[in-house]
């Protein structure tokens, strides 16, 4: 009540257009999404599914997530998510975890923002145990061969428990799938079975070789 209260009076302004339309990521933005579509999951996955194409007012809304510190906009962008990838079949839901430091900085992890709203009936929950061992830095830089390196041991699982069989690994991008796989790696030397990649979005790259409307991966 006391959201909608301050929603009357003070309306918010949408991330990626910045209207004042009353919600976070507008009707008209999110008209604008284009699906992500399937391809060959990054070794380390069994699986891996993106939501959307990184791109126009998708990339402003994640901007001000992760950089603007919005926590709120997690919330819509994460609803987004859930919609786009339906029902989820495995025995948890894991959000790609932050360093200590990161975390402090920001006060939030964008990828647990996101995985919470995916906490719905019929799916799987999200627990704890996954945790970053060492920074590794911002990666948007970095070559894919690069980011393998950066990644490799970064995480380790330090639950009291072993992680469940059937694992699902929440991240907000997706560029080449190092950091979800290096996560794979964690999850699996402590018992994993089937480790599944879940991303908001993911880069893509306008070619004259397609139809302009298809998402074509952007490794650069």
Request: net charge positive.
């Given at each position: 009540?006391l959201?909608?209260l301050?929603?009357?009076?003070?309306?918010?302004?949408?991330?990626?257009?910045?209207?004042?339309t009353?919600?976070?990521?507008c009707?008209?933005?999110?008209?604008r999404?284009?699906?992500?579509?399937?391809?060959?999951p990054?070794?380390?996955?069994d699986?891996?599914?993106?939501?959307?194409?990184?791109?126009?007012?998708l990339?402003k809304?994640?901007?001000?997530?992760?950089y603007?510190?919005?926590?709120?906009?997690?919330?819509?962008?994460?609803?987004?998510?859930?919609?786009?990838v339906?029902?989820?079949?495995?025995?948890?839901?894991?959000?790609?975890?932050?360093h200590?430091?990161?975390?402090?900085e920001r006060?939030?992890n964008?990828?647990?923002?996101?995985?919470?709203?995916?906490?719905?009936?019929?799916n799987?929950?999200?627990?704890?145990?996954l945790?970053?061992?060492r920074?590794t830095?911002?990666?948007?830089?970095?070559?894919?061969?690069?980011r393998?390196?950066?990644?490799?041991?970064?995480?380790?699982?330090?639950?009291?428990?072993?992680?469940p069989?059937?694992v699902?690994?929440?991240?907000?991008?997706?560029t080449?799938?190092?950091?979800?796989?290096?996560?794979?790696?964690?999850?699996?030397?402590?018992?994993?079975?089937?480790?599944?990649?879940i991303?908001?979005?993911?880069?893509?790259?306008?070619?004259?070789?397609?139809?302009?409307?298809?998402?074509?991966?952007?490794?650069?």
């Open positions: 009540m959201e909608h301050l929603n009357l009076l003070f309306p918010d302004r949408c991330v990626g257009c910045r209207r004042l009353g919600e976070l990521f009707v008209r933005c999110r008209s999404l284009r699906p992500y579509p399937p391809f060959p990054p070794p380390g996955l699986a891996a599914r993106v939501a959307f194409c990184y791109e126009g007012a990339v809304a994640i901007h001000q997530l992760k603007g510190r919005r926590r709120r906009v997690g919330h819509a962008l994460g609803d987004l998510l859930a919609a786009a339906g029902p989820l079949a495995a025995d948890a839901l894991i959000a790609v975890p932050l200590r430091d990161r975390l402090r006060g939030f964008q990828a647990a923002e996101l995985a919470v709203r995916l906490c719905r009936p019929g799987p929950p999200l627990i704890e145990g945790a970053r061992a920074a830095g911002r990666q948007a830089r970095l070559t894919a061969t690069a393998v390196a950066n990644t490799a041991g970064a995480f380790v699982w330090i639950g009291a428990q072993p992680p069989p059937r699902i690994v929440i991240d907000d991008v997706l080449t799938g190092a950091t979800l796989a290096a996560c794979a790696a964690a999850l699996r030397a402590a018992g994993a079975q089937s480790v599944v990649g991303a908001l979005a993911r880069s893509v790259m306008l070619t004259p070789l397609y139809n302009r409307s298809i998402c074509v991966v952007n490794c650069a």
